[in-house]
């Protein structure tokens, strides 16, 4: 598993732990950041996963 996977999986808990916390808070701000980093997790998740995926295509050669 390539380590953008896991970095964007860490990344969209902690925006989605921000973005609970906005809305408990009432914050609009704070609620915008985990928006945004859950967001920046989910791009991540996906490049590691087609890392991953060239990575396999490539070995089976």
């Known amino acids: ?5 896991i970095k964007g999986s ?5 925006g989605s ?3 609970a916390a906005g809305k408990l808070l009432g ?3 704070t609620e ?3 928006k945004a980093e859950k ?3 989910k791009i991540k998740n996906a490049v590691g ?4 995926t060239i990575r396999e295509a490539v070995d089976k050669k």
């Open 39 to 41: 967001a920046e997790g």
């Open 1 to 5: 598993m390539d380590t953008d996977r």
């Open 17 to 19: 732990v921000k973005e």
């Open 27 to 29: 914050d609009k701000k």
């Open 10 to 14: 860490l990344k969209q808990l902690a």
């Open 49 to 52: 996963g087609m890392k991953d």
């Open 32 to 34: 915008a950041e985990g």
